[in-house]
Nanobody, 127 residues
Framework: DVQLQASGGGSVRPGGSLRLSCTAPGFPYDFGDYAIAWFRQAPGKEREAVSCINNGDSKRYYADSVKGRYTISSENAKNTVYLRMNSLKPEDTAVYYC??????????????????WGQGTLVTVSS
């Protein structure tokens, strides 16, 4: 059973920073072939794609709402992907989920492209 573990959430003030981690211990496939994405879901809203790194071709993708503030990176030797979030805003408040899948095109923002999901970590941005 493939499991992804998301961690690093917390409460910060507007303008603050957090780094989320998505770890896949014992991932049974080559982590370097997979795309790892972050989605988020705020209360009362639909889940939305935030960012993705495709380890297969090293492409990185960002939603317009986080471009320039978030940075995604991967440490394949540790089966871990990070999401560095700077200049956080109250509207970034959400549960953040990581997901893994084989991505062959640019549809990184489509949730059914991903086969495996983590449990989510809560990010709260409030003064």
């Amino acid at each position: 059973d493939v499991q992804l573990q998301a961690s690093g959430g917390g409460s910060v003030r507007p303008g603050g920073s957090l780094r989320l981690s998505c770890t896949a211990p014992g991932f049974p496939y080559d982590f370097g072939d997979y795309a790892i994405a972050w989605f988020r879901q705020a209360p009362g809203k639909e889940r939305e794609a935030v960012s993705c790194i495709n380890n297969g071709d090293s492409k990185r993708y960002y939603a317009d709402s986080v471009k320039g503030r978030y940075t995604i990176s991967s440490e394949n030797a540790k089966n871990t992907v990070y999401l560095r979030m700077n200049s956080l805003k109250p509207e970034d408040t959400a549960v953040y989920y990581c997901a893994a899948g084989l991505l062959y095109g640019d549809s990184w923002y489509v949730d059914y492209e991903y086969d495996y999901w983590g449990q989510g970590t809560l990010v709260t941005v409030s003064s």
